[in-house]
């Protein structure tokens, strides 16, 4: 199934938030309300949910148009521009009458991020900011700002018509869900990758290559969306860092620098991925000469022939010379890895030394405070045995003092078992009694009947 790649009626009919809602319930959501936002806070805010889910979907599928720095769409990236809403007319219901205010509304949320804001800020989008910062803001600053409203210094957002807030909010945003959302992909993508230092090692078109088509399903990442996505990866989430054009996947909290020997293996990485090509472009003009020649002999054109014989001669000794350069660089970048690899076993032991050393350290496990411990173990022990022996030798004066003689109870327990035995035999053969007194006789006509044989059966059988 082909994907539609720009905005219209029939395509917005296939988002899920417009498949799943009637022309009529549209045409609400079409509507201006934004002066709902007091006069009724749930039919607002559902408002604004329907169209933030839309505006993802919307974005990440590429329909904005190429408004990326390198002609591509951004999937990560709003463009909050009044051309949008033509873009969002629906046939039967028209335009979008209060996008402005909903994207404003998703601004205050944190659910849209000002680009320039989310590149350069230190600071993580999920972080509230510093308390007393945010407590005086709330002390001072709002008072402030609402004695300034009731004077006419300043306007409140909400009285801004939807044209005055289109010129307040119109810009570039981050669709903060739709990071998380390629950044959940790619740390799946990644595990258990890494396994080499080179395999951590990116430069930004590394990056782009490696991961921009495979991040949200049917689209390629923009250039700028490769940049907000790394950032994310780096300040929120962590598992990156980055300097100038290399970037690094980091496993462990002392892997956050990029050391010379990381920019020599990316280097090395590089040359060998460089000369890869190389040699695939090689061997492709191998054999388009090859069919070349095949092509000139069979049309008798020897001299064509013989000059892309010629060609395919050098091509061939051209080759040879990369694939001898790329066997010793990938050997090369083997070695750098091993080494590199060899550091941090060395560290791994530093530090496996240095836990054990202090382990060790311990005040118990030293060889006075063993040899006093396994002393009194051997001691308590002791104690522990005569305290059971005087305990069982308690118990044995105590039976002979009550006169309790063994003999006697094992010939008791004797009958009682064979009294058992005789009462289960007799409730056997009162079973089996009542058995045969059960089962009727059938006699065949004019047979002669002996009426005294049952009773002496049953009497035989008793």
């Not at 709902?36 to 749930?42: A, C, E, F, L, W």
């Amino acid at each position: 199934m082909v994907l539609p790649t720009t905005m219209s009626s029939p395509a917005l009919s296939a988002l899920p938030t417009y498949s799943s809602t009637s022309k009529s319930r549209l045409q609400s959501l079409y509507s201006d309300i934004h002066r709902q936002k007091y006069s009724n806070p749930s039919s607002f805010h559902t408002y604004v949910d329907w169209w933030h889910g839309t505006l993802k979907d919307v974005t990440s599928r590429g329909w904005q148009g190429s408004d990326g720095s390198d002609g591509t769409s951004n999937k990560l990236i709003l463009g909050a521009r009044r051309a949008l809403v033509d873009k969002l007319r629906y046939e039967g219901v028209g335009k979008p009458l209060g996008l402005g205010t909903t994207i404003a509304e998703m601004r205050r949320n944190n659910d849209v991020i000002p680009l320039s804001q989310f590149l350069t800020s230190q600071q993580s989008v999920y972080d509230p900011g510093w308390l007393p910062y945010r407590l005086a803001s709330f002390v001072v600053g709002k008072p402030l700002w609402w004695a300034m409203q009731q004077l006419d210094i300043v306007r409140s957002e909400d009285s801004y018509t939807e044209a005055e807030m289109w010129k307040k909010i119109e810009g570039d945003y981050v669709m903060l869900g739709l990071v998380v959302q390629a950044a959940d992909t790619l740390e799946t993508m990644r595990d258990g990758v890494g396994l080499s230092p080179a395999d951590n090692l990116y430069t930004f078109e590394d990056f782009r290559r490696e991961f921009g088509a495979k991040i949200l399903p049917g689209v390629v990442l923009s250039e700028m969306d490769t940049k907000v996505l790394i950032k994310f990866l780096e300040r929120e989430r962590r598992v990156v860092v980055q300097n100038d054009d290399v970037i690094k996947f980091v496993t462990a909290s002392h892997d956050r620098e990029i050391t010379a020997v990381d920019r020599g293996i990316l280097q090395l990485k590089t040359a060998v991925r460089n000369l890869r090509e190389q040699v695939d472009s090689i061997q492709n003009k191998i054999d388009q000469t090859t069919s070349n020649i095949s092509n000139a002999l069979r049309q008798q054109r020897k001299s064509i022939a013989l000059a892309e014989l010629r060609f395919k001669k050098h091509l061939d000794d051209l080759l040879s010379k990369r694939l001898g350069s790329l066997n010793n660089l990938e050997s090369t970048l083997i070695s750098v890895e091993t080494a590199a690899g060899d550091v941090e076993i060395m560290k791994t032991y530093e530090s496996s030394t240095a836990t054990l050393k202090a382990i060790l350290s311990h005040p118990s496990l030293q060889r006075n405070k063993i040899e006093e411990t396994m002393d009194a173990l051997a001691a308590s022990t002791a104690d522990a045995r005569e305290i059971d022996n005087a305990i069982r030798m308690g118990e044995d004066m105590a039976a002979a003092d009550a006169g309790i003689d063994d003999t006697e109870l094992e010939a008791e327990l004797n009958a009682l078992v064979e009294e058992a035995e005789k009462e289960s035999a007799a409730a056997a053969e009162q079973a089996v009694v009542e058995k045969l007194q059960g089962i009727e006789v059938h006699v065949p006509e004019g047979a002669p009947v002996q009426v005294e044989a049952a009773p002496r059966r049953t009497a035989e059988a008793a």
